[in-house]
């Protein structure tokens, strides 16, 4: 069992959270399952690169790579604590350590949202709820949180508060060693404070960015920067850089088989392009295309029965930025390549 300052220790360690998704019809659920790859040598990655932001980028994270981390969901309704998180309909666990320690989880169509953690010697319940990510998420949208929760463990008691800022700020193309993929990116800024029967026991910084691809569960690339302070550690810093390398359900099927999709034909284009949708059933779709300047040169809607081709003659040659809403709650994005 954890003693209490050993967990308080490793709760500065930041929160990651890789199985959030930026639509409700992508949205995490149990028996999701993802194993990540960490880059094993940074030296040659330009890491200023990878926090640009803005529209129309390209990002590279690749190298040899070593085994990373393994998280999944499961269904926490059996479980005594679920008591403690009345609006939980999930947790996220350690695939490696699946009995050690719950991050409970409450996903519904507003987003994916945070309710505390849960291990056999100390538990979180977060007074306000934390928001992972809204649905749907956008370029250009920021989202924040502020909480706290009490912990107590035996006759010792402490506070950990915590806030973010979040900001859906660049969009393009990101490589990693599984492929390319047209992505949003996603800079959060995390900032932690832990006190012990009042006394400062330290804090940690948490600079995260995310990148997003259509129609996957959770971010495909994380780079992190962190700092963190300790009575007992000193000042550590560390940074990270870790990419998706297999994502499947528990049962066996593959998310590629039940996750929608949106393709651009034809692309390249000239004068005409047209979206194909697939894998889900929809009423609406309201389209959006922005430049490279992150400036929206063309919005429209449609409905599934009367799906146009659109026109394109009269934008620049270059590379647009193609969101679809469908009935206000699912995003899908690709990138167009206007010749």
């Known amino acids: 069992m954890k003693s209490f300052f050993t967990f308080l220790a490793l709760s500065l360690c930041g929160i990651t959270f890789s199985q959030i998704s930026y639509t409700?019809?992508?949205?995490?659920?149990?028996?999701?399952k993802s194993e990540y790859k960490f880059l094993e040598n940074l030296q040659g990655i330009d890491l200023n690169a990878l926090?640009?932001?803005?529209?129309?980028?390209t990002w590279n994270v690749t190298g040899p790579d070593v085994d990373g981390y393994n998280e999944g969901f499961i269904s926490i309704d059996a479980y005594p604590f679920k008591n403690l998180f009345p609006t939980a309909n999930m947790a996220s666990i350690d695939l490696d350590e699946p009995d050690t320690s719950?991050?409970?989880?409450?996903v519904n169509s507003n987003g994916v949202y945070w309710l505390g953690s849960y291990d056999t010697s100390t538990t979180i319940v977060w007074k306000d709820k934390y928001i992972f990510v809204p649905f749907p998420l956008n370029f250009g949208q920021n989202f924040q949180n502020g909480t706290e929760a009490d912990v107590t463990q035996g006759?010792?008691?402490?506070?950990?508060?915590?806030?973010?800022?979040?900001?859906?700020?660049?969009?393009?193309?990101?490589?990693?060693?599984?492929?390319?993929?047209?992505?949003l990116k996603v800079k959060t800024k995390q900032i932690t404070e832990i006190t012990v029967s009042g006394i400062p026991f330290g804090s940690s910084t948490f600079e995260y960015h995310h990148w997003y691809a259509s129609g996957i569960v959770g971010p495909v690339a994380e780079f992190t920067i962190s700092e963190t302070e300790s009575i007992f550690t000193g000042i550590e810093n560390d940074t990270t850089i870790r990419f998706l390398h297999k994502q499947e359900l528990v049962a066996g099927e593959t998310i590629e088989k039940i996750i929608p999709k949106l393709n651009l034909t034809p692309n390249p284009a000239t004068d005409f392009f047209q979206m194909e949708i697939n894998g889900i059933d929809y009423d609406q779709a309201v389209y959006t295309l922005i430049n490279s300047e992150g400036k929206t040169v063309?919005?429209?809607n449609f409905n599934r029965n009367q799906n146009q081709p659109i026109a394109i003659q009269n934008l620049s040659a270059g590379n647009y930025f193609v969101q679809v809403i469908l009935d206000k709650k699912t995003l899908l994005f690709d990138i167009l390549h206007k010749q």
């Not at 719950?102 to 409450?106: D, K, S």
């Open 298 to 300: 063309d919005s429209g």
């Open 155 to 183: 006759t010792t008691t402490g506070k950990i508060e915590i806030q973010s800022n979040a900001n859906a700020d660049g969009c393009g193309m990101l490589t990693t060693n599984e492929g390319t993929y047209p992505v």
């Open 51 to 57: 926090t640009q932001a803005g529209s129309d980028k």
């Open 102 to 106: 719950f991050t409970m989880v409450e």
């Open 24 to 32: 409700s019809a992508n949205a995490p659920k149990p028996g999701h």
